[in-house]
Nanobody, 124 residues
């Protein structure tokens, strides 16, 4: 089993940057592909980015491509989301998630474990 804890959210002005972290418990972090999802007020949860077990493969939602970068450090049991050029529409609660498959996935139903979320607010 994996427990996930997000951190790094906060309030930032449009055009600014934030770095989210997702710390995983246990010694099997490298057995899980990981992903970031977000949910804005009044909207459904949506895919943001995902990374394979090894970190060698990543995928992004079109809305964040070129602005966000997902990465992981298997030695530290931690995944990151570097967010640059933030826009007000990036405001949401950001969740990290883990699934047992090897590949990066954009489908939330494939994820087995979820964190509690960290809030990101981008002011205009």
């Amino acid at each position: 089993q994996v427990q996930l804890v997000e951190s790094g959210g906060g309030l930032v002005q449009a055009g600014g940057s934030l770095r989210l972290s997702c710390a995983a418990s246990g010694r099997t972090f490298m057995n899980y592909a990981m992903g970031w999802f977000r949910q804005a007020p009044g909207k459904e949860r949506e895919f943001v980015a995902a990374i394979s077990r090894s970190g060698g493969s990543t995928i992004y939602a079109d809305s964040v491509k070129g602005r966000f970068t997902i990465s992981r450090d298997n030695a530290k049991n931690t995944m990151y989301l570097e967010m640059n050029s933030l826009k007000p529409e990036d405001t949401a609660v950001y969740y990290c998630a883990a699934h047992r498959g090897p590949s990066a996935s954009r489908y939330s139903y494939q994820y087995d474990y979820w964190g509690q979320g960290t809030e990101v607010t981008v002011s205009s």
